[in-house]
C-alpha cells in the first residue's frame, strides 16, 4: 500500500480509484477451474521431487570432487595414518603417477585442473542456452 | 464464506486439493483481469493473459515462498504474461506503434446515462492510456487501481525502484497533458453547444 501523502493532491486520483477497475467476465472462476481439473496432477508432484533432489545431487557431486582432488594430489600421503586410510593413499600415489601419452606427457592429476576447467565452461554454456530457451518458450 | 487468506488455500491446493484453488481466483480474479485489459487494451485479450496467468500460478504454486504476498506473486505472472503477449504480438503485425488506438476498447459517453460523468471519466483515461507504453501502462495501472507503493511494483516488474518513480512521473505528466487537452476540448464544444 502506497503512504497516505503520496496519493494526496494527484489529480489522476479522480480519475483512477480501486473502485473503478474493469471486473473479470461473469463465469471466469468456472472456466478456470475446468481448466485446472484437466492438469495433470502427477506431473506436477514428479517435477516438484525431482527439483528437491537437485541439493543432494550437488552435494554427492561436490563430495566426489573432494575425494579426487584428495585422491590425485600427489606422492603425499593426506590422508591421516589409519588402517583403512592406507589403501586410499596407495591408490592417491599410484593415480598420480599414471602418465597418458596422448594427453602430451601430462599427469592425471595435471589433466584434471583442465578437465575442471572446461567443466567449468561448458556448465555457463549450458546455463546461458537453457535461460536463452526457457524464455523462447 | 470468510476467506481464510491466501496462504490457506494455497497450502491446501499443494496438499492436492485443487478446488481450494477457486477460492483464490475468485480473490483476485478481478485485479489481475483489471491489470492485464489495461496492460492490453481489451477484454479478450485480457481475460486470456489472466486465464494464462492463473494457469501458471497454478502450475508453480509449489515455487511461491510466500516470503512476497500471492498477489504480488501473481501480478508478476500477469504482467509478464501481457507483456510478452503485446511484444509476440508486435512481432506479428510489424506496428510501430505500441498499441493501436482504435483497438483500445472504451465505453462510449451516453448523456442519459446517470453515470455519464463515470462514464466519460473512463473515456478519458483510456484515451490517455493508449499514449502510453504497455510498461508505462502497468506501472500507472498498479499505482492507481491497485493502489501500490513503488516497492512493490518494483517487485511486480523486476525493475528498480528509481525507474519504477522516473517512469511513473513521465507516465503521469502525460496522462495528465492528454486529461487536460481533453477537457478544453469538451469546454470549447460545450460552450459553443449552450451559444447555439
Known amino acids: 500500500m502506497k503512504p497516505i501523502q503520496e496519493s494526496d493532491s494527484d489529480r489522476l486520483n479522480l480519475f483512477m480509484s480501486p473502485a473503478e477497475i474493469e471486473t473479470a467476465p461473469e463465469g471466469f472462476t468456472d472456466k478456470m477451474m475446468n481448466q485446472i481439473r484437466m492438469e495433470p496432477v502427477s506431473v506436477h508432484s514428479t517435477a516438484a521431487n525431482k527439483r528437491s533432489l537437485v541439493p543432494f545431487i550437488s552435494a554427492g557431486i561436490t563430495v566426489m570432487f573432494v575425494l579426487i582432488a584428495f585422491l590425485l594430489n600427489g606422492t603425499e600421503s593426506y590422508f591421516p595414518d589409519f588402517k583403512w586410510t592406507g589403501k586410499l593413499n596407495k591408490i592417491s600415489s599410484i593415480l598420480s603417477e599414471i602418465n597418458l601419452p596422448w594427453t602430451f606427457s601430462m599427469s592425471l592429476p595435471e589433466i584434471m585442473g583442465y578437465v575442471t576447467i572446461s567443466i567449468f565452461f561448458l556448465l555457463i554454456f549450458d546455463r546461458t542456452l537453457s535461460r536463452y530457451f526457457h524464455q523462447e518458450t | ?196
Open chain 2, 1 to 196: 464464506m470468510e476467506y481464510k487468506g491466501d496462504n490457506y488455500y494455497i497450502d491446501q491446493v499443494i496438499a492436492g486439493k485443487a478446488i481450494a484453488y477457486s477460492y483464490i481466483i475468485d480473490r483476485h480474479k478481478d485485479k489481475a483481469f483489471n491489470l492485464a485489459f489495461r496492460i492490453c487494451g481489451n477484454r479478450e485479450d485480457a481475460e486470456e493473459v489472466a486465464q494464462d496467468s492463473f494457469l501458471k500460478a497454478y502450475r508453480s504454486i509449489r515455487e511461491f515462498r510466500m516470503k512476497s504476498s500471492f498477489s504480488t506473486w501473481l501480478f508478476r505472472i500477469v504482467y509478464n504474461t501481457a507483456v510478452s503477449q503485446i511484444r509476440s504480438r508486435k512481432d506479428r503485425t510489424n506496428s510501430l506503434s505500441d498499441y493501436p488506438s482504435e483497438s483500445f476498447e472504451f465505453s462510449g459517453i451516453n448523456e442519459f446515462d446517470e453515470d455519464a460523468d463515470r462514464e466519460h471519466k473512463k473515456y478519458i483515461v483510456n484515451q490517455a492510456l493508449i499514449k502510453l507504453t504497455s510498461e508505462e501502462r502497468a506501472i500507472i495501472s498498479l499505482y492507481y487501481y491497485d493502489d501500490m507503493s513503488i516497492d512493490e511494483i518494483a517487485e511486480v516488474t523486476g525493475s528498480g525502484k528509481s525507474n519504477i518513480k522516473v517512469r511513473l512521473f513521465r507516465a503521469r505528466q502525460k496522462m495528465l497533458e492528454i486529461i487536460e487537452k481533453f477537457e478544453k476540448e469538451n469546454s470549447v464544444r460545450y460552450e459553443t453547444n449552450t451559444r447555439i
